[in-house]
Structures are given as structure tokens and as C-alpha cells.
């Protein structure tokens, strides 16, 4: 399957007129990116549409002191980052490759480009957005629900933190994000070590496997 292939099985793009994935298409850039590398990071301008051709991508942010909020995994397929692309202002989270992934974006440019000749993109996108909200929701009430060790697996994944595949954290602050006792945050370390997702390092605990961990979280 092809990249154009694997975009047109994406409901929102399929929908499109065909001058606007044209469009889209022939102002595309693709590129590989390796797992844990930042397609772009909260606060930074945007830098144009983007789509995951293959691997995932998580959009995730921060909403307090050593808190991590994923608002969606963006599977093959599909689109992210219109937000920043409409209103042009600073990224709202960041978007995160989990393995490697290969990626395709639209510049700044070239949407501005398609856009002057094609006015209603920008309906296309508000309505991208539109369905990326409702998903966020569902997605966020998702991770909610799942059980402590999947939470735990899901943070550990997560973007910020890592230095050297370290992520430094105590298990209190651990126990606090997860929402369990210290006591219990021990016995889920112990299982993630086991599985050896996970290792104890001095300050924090160094991660094995991202992968795997992503996995687990997929289980639930």
C-alpha cells in the first residue's frame, strides 16, 4: 500500500474534494523519524499538517507539575497538528513518535498556497479539528479507565523526562500520577521490571522498552 493509499482510507481526507488532497499531496514532504523524536514540541510555531504514513504518533501534554496527559495515539492513516495551522499561534502539546514512524507534513506554505486558490481548506481543516476534539475526549476517558500498571506503562512511555533512556521521577510522584499508594506504586515497578520493560536507576528508572511499554497500555 502506497502512501496516497493509505491517507484516502482515512474518512476525513477521503472526503475531501479531490483538488484539496491533491493539493495536500503534491505540497507534501515526507521524511522517517526515529522513536522518542518530537515532530514538534508545545510552544513551538506551527510547522505545517501533518500525517502518519506508518507508526504512531502521540499527542500529549502536560496539565501540571510532573503530570502527562496523552490526548490521542494518531495511528496510519491519519492527520494532526490543523490546530496551530488555523490560528497560527504555538503548539498545544507535543507530538511524539512512539517507534520508529514515517511522517508526512504539509509546510506552512504550501497550505497557505492551496488555500488562496482553494478557500474552502480551511473549512476542511476546522472540521479535522472538529473531529479530533471529539476523539481527544474519548481518548482521555479511555486512558482514565484503564487499570494502574497500563496508566503507569502509558506515563513511562511518555516524552518528557527521558535523558539517556533514564526517566527521572521518585516513586511518590509516580504513586500521585498514577493515583495509588507508594506501596502499590513498588509492586507495579516490580511487575514493569519484570516484564523487562523497565530497570531501577539511581533517581528515577531507566526504560527498556518504550515499545513494549506502549503495548502493555494497548492491552489495558
Do not use: K
Not at 135 to 152: I, Q, S, T
Amino acid at each position: 500500500m502506497g502512501t496516497a493509499d493509505h491517507l484516502v482510507a482515512d474518512s476525513w481526507f477521503d472526503a475531501l474534494p479531490g483538488d484539496q488532497r491533491a493539493g495536500l499531496l503534491a505540497g507534501a514532504q515526507a521524511r522517517t523519524i526515529d522513536d522518542g523524536t518530537h515532530v514538534y514540541r508545545i510552544g513551538d510555531p506551527p510547522n505545517g499538517l501533518h500525517a502518519v504514513v506508518t507508526g504512531r504518533v502521540r499527542l500529549v501534554s502536560y496539565p501540571a507539575a510532573g503530570q502527562e496527559l496523552v490526548n490521542m495515539i494518531v495511528r496510519p492513516g491519519r492527520w494532526f497538528g490543523e490546530l496551530s495551522v488555523i490560528d497560527g499561534r504555538e503548539r498545544p502539546h507535543d507530538a511524539i513518535a512512539a517507534g520508529p514512524a514515517r511522517i508526512l507534513t504539509v509546510p506552512m506554505g504550501a497550505i497557505a498556497g492551496l488555500a488562496a486558490v482553494v478557500p474552502d481548506l480551511w473549512r476542511g481543516l476546522a472540521l479535522l479539528n472538529c473531529m479530533h476534539h471529539r476523539l481527544g475526549m474519548r481518548e482521555a476517558a479511555r486512558v482514565r479507565a484503564l487499570p494502574a500498571l497500563a496508566r503507569l506503562a502509558l506515563f513511562l512511555a511518555g516524552g518528557r523526562g527521558h535523558v539517556d533512556g533514564r526517566f527521572d521521577t521518585t516513586q511518590d510522584e509516580l504513586a500521585r500520577i498514577v493515583g495509588v499508594s507508594r506501596q502499590h506504586m513498588n509492586g507495579l515497578l516490580r511487575q514493569l521490571a519484570g516484564q523487562g520493560l523497565i530497570a531501577p536507576a539511581y533517581g528515577g528508572v531507566a526504560i527498556r522498552d518504550r515499545s513494549g511499554l506502549l503495548a502493555l497500555a494497548d492491552r489495558g
